[in-house]
Nanobody, 126 residues
Framework: HVQLVESGGGSVQAGGSLRLSCATS????????VAWFRQAPGKEREAVAA??????????YYADSVKGRFTISHNYATSTVYLQMNSLKPKDTAKYYC??????????????????WGQGTQVTVS
């Protein structure tokens, strides 16, 4: 049974930073894409960033809205994927979800392509 557990959310002032963590279990990293999505009240879930694991040599993808501010990374030893968020803006306020699946690179931002989801962690920027 695959589990994804997010942590690291919280409240921060504009311009501040947060680091989100996604602890993964029972995922064979050979061909998985692990992504962060976010959803604000009344809005659709949107892709933020993704990273291809061992099979993809750590290739990273970012939404235009977060390029240069957010960085996705992963630690094989601990099976954890991180999202470092800098220069946060009020529009970044949302619930952030970790997702994993055997997703081709061109479809990394499509929520329906992911098989597994975490429960989410709230990020509030004021």
């Amino acid at each position: 049974h695959v589990q994804l557990v997010e942590s690291g959310g919280g409240s921060v002032q504009a311009g501040g930073s947060l680091r989100l963590s996604c602890a993964t279990s029972r995922i064979t990293y050979s061909n998985y894409c692990v992504a962060w999505f976010r959803q604000a009240p009344g809005k659709e879930r949107e892709a933020v960033a993704a990273i291809r694991t061992a099979g993809g040599n750590g290739v990273r993808y970012y939404a235009d809205s977060v390029k240069g501010r957010f960085t996705i990374s992963h630690n094989y030893a601990t099976s954890t994927v991180y999202l470092q968020m800098n220069s946060l803006k009020p529009k970044d306020t949302a619930k952030y979800y970790c997702a994993a699946g055997g997703v081709s690179g061109g479809r990394w931002s499509t929520a329906g392509e992911y098989n597994y989801w975490g429960q989410g962690t709230q990020v509030t920027v004021s």
